[in-house]
């Protein structure tokens, strides 16, 4: 069946539908990782996007459930150059086709991925529509390509309710925790006892305790302070931190999420009140971008992002390189930074943008990047241990 995508400028490109056979509007961005479209599918940073995958050929290993970020798809639309619909891995459970129509995603297949990503380079990020009506009307397309907006997808994506993640005690102990292993509860997480019985593993053991508020947490966050012994309590998005604090845990994480972070007004009116507190605090992507809201930095919207696994971004204190994965389009402005308040930590070294800061007079420091994403692939991992030490009372 044939396919279409429109893009807001009036581009558009034709090739075949794949997965739901569903019309759809949103934002459309690219990734130019080269492996990983499992996770990169069930990262629910992309809810309110499609995502156009730079690299060729896509779903050749299938979609092995293990390695999800969450229960579920998040992006409104896949776009890919050359579709394998016959995968061929031994850990394969459902093929990206089946995936996808089981979860209601469309895609298309057999356009010019090259074409469309250098497109949104030049011109920056576009609205689009995938759709496989032949018959479309592009003077009623696009004025609701210009008009979409991604609105408020955190309370699209964060947990309904509070649950606990026990951490391991030793990993000879309970094993390696592989993939979502932690990832469980809340309807965030609906099916996935019945799908996915390896990602609901109980692990028993004590340890710090983190407070997690999840915008969008990818399931790699819990089990990355699992494994280091962390009992893990994550909260809904629009949890009170006079609720947080009360739980008086060790440390607070804020996650990665979607969409603009000044859509977040009353999320950052509650994390003004944690930086306010003695807690340590490290946030992750939209985490990073929350607290300098609520700090009285500023933020704006990149031209195209950065969406991929393979971002370098120096630590400006040890001049070290590490390679990130990345998945957002807004940015701390650091123009607009107070330095008795906050300073640049990491910097990108492709644009120069900011890539973390680290707050002054406080235990907090916050990551633009994914230290629990593996592209090094434990390149930046240790900020979890920085993390920990910081709960320790450690000098940093």
């Not at 229960?71 to 061929?88: H, M, Q, T």
């Not at 093929?95 to 979860?103: G, K, R, T, V």
């Not at 696009?142 to 907006?149: D, N």
């Not at 609906?190 to 399931?219: H, I, Q, Y």
């Amino acid at each position: 069946m044939k396919a279409f995508l429109i893009l807001e400028d009036g581009t558009v490109f034709e090739g075949t539908h794949f997965g739901a056979e569903k019309e759809i509007i949103s934002e459309i961005v690219f990734n130019t990782s080269m492996a990983g479209y499992s996770e990169v599918l069930t990262d629910p940073s992309y809810a309110g996007q499609a995502v156009c995958m730079t690299y060729p050929l896509i779903g050749n290993y299938g979609v092995c459930r293990d390695d999800m970020e969450s229960a579920i798809p998040w992006p409104d639309g896949f776009i890919v150059r050359e579709l394998s619909r016959i995968p061929s891995n031994f850990r394969c459970d459902v093929s990206i086709q089946d995936f996808l129509c089981e979860y209601g995603v469309p895609g298309i297949a057999g356009i010019d991925t090259r074409a469309l990503t250098k497109i949104l380079r030049e011109k920056g990020t576009m609205n689009g529509m995938i759709t496989t009506n032949e018959a479309y009307d592009p003077d009623e397309i696009l004025p609701k390509l210009r008009a979409y907006r991604t609105g408020d997808v955190v309370s699209k994506v964060t947990c309904d309710e509070i649950y606990t993640i026990k951490g391991a005690t030793s990993l000879a102990e309970n094993g390696p925790i592989s993939g979502s292993a932690v990832f469980v509860a809340g309807d965030y997480q609906k099916g996935m006892r019945e799908k996915c019985p390896s990602m609901v593993r109980n692990l028993s053991g004590t340890g710090k305790r983190v407070a997690l508020l999840d915008f969008g947490a990818k399931a790699n966050i819990p089990r990355s302070l699992a494994m280091r012994g962390c009992d893990v309590t994550v909260y809904p998005a629009h949890t009170s931190a006079e609720r947080i604090i009360q739980d008086a845990p060790d440390g607070i994480m804020l996650s990665n999420g979607p969409g603009d972070p000044k859509d977040c007004g009353p999320i950052i009116d509650e994390i003004r009140q944690l930086y306010e507190t003695d807690i340590p605090i490290f946030a992750i992507c939209l985490g990073h971008q929350l607290m300098a809201l609520a700090t009285g930095a500023d933020t704006h919207k990149m031209k195209y992002g950065h969406r991929g696994g393979n971002h370098p971004v120096k630590d400006l204190a040890t001049g070290r390189v590490y390679i990130s994965s990345q998945n957002h389009g807004y940015v701390v402005d650091t123009d607009r930074l107070d330095p008795s308040i906050a300073v640049p930590a990491f910097v990108n070294v492709n644009d120069g943008t900011n890539e973390g800061l680290v707050y002054t007079g406080k235990n907090i420091f916050t990551v633009q990047f994914h230290p629990e994403a593996c592209p090094g692939p434990q390149d930046s991992g240790y900020l979890f241990d920085r993390f920990i030490a910081m709960m320790n009372g450690e000098v940093q």
